[in-house]
Nanobody, 121 residues
Framework: QVQLVESGGGLVQPGGSLRLSCAAS????????MGWYRQAPGKQRELVAR???????KYADSVKGRFTISRDYAKNTVYLQMNSLKLEDTAVYYC???????????????WGQGTQVTVSS
């Protein structure tokens, strides 16, 4: 069993900041990539940011320079610092983690339950 627990969403005014956290727990042998995706009403889920085992990062063009992804390897936790938030950042944000539960099994992809981020004046 693997659990992903997200926190940190909420309501913020344009220009404000929020920090999302996602902690992975359960039977985990190793973690590969960790990332954040978001889905706005009526739109497809899209990549926001991703960080791999070597700490290389990838960002959607729309959030570059405003969002920062980081991870705590010891805590199996990934963070998303969101600054200068805009109305169009409003969405449900989902944590995604690629991991192995055991040494000799394939990597599986796991999703959090989602956390709502609303940017509104």
């Amino acid at each position: 069993q693997v659990q992903l627990v997200e926190s940190g969403g909420g309501l913020v005014q344009p220009g404000g900041s929020l920090r999302l956290s996602c902690a992975a727990s359960g039977t985990i042998f190793s973690i590969n990539g960790m990332g954040w995706y978001r889905q706005a009403p009526g739109k497809q889920r899209e990549l926001v940011a991703r960080i791999d085992t070597g700490a290389s990062t990838k960002y959607a063009d729309s959030v570059k320079g405003r969002f920062t992804i980081s991870r705590d390897y010891a805590k199996n936790t990934v963070y998303l610092q969101m600054n200068s938030l805009k109305l169009e950042d409003t969405a449900v944000y989902y944590c995604n983690v690629d991991l192995r539960q055991y040494r000799m099994v394939a990597v599986g992809s796991y999703w959090g339950q989602g956390t709502q981020v609303t940017v509104s004046s």
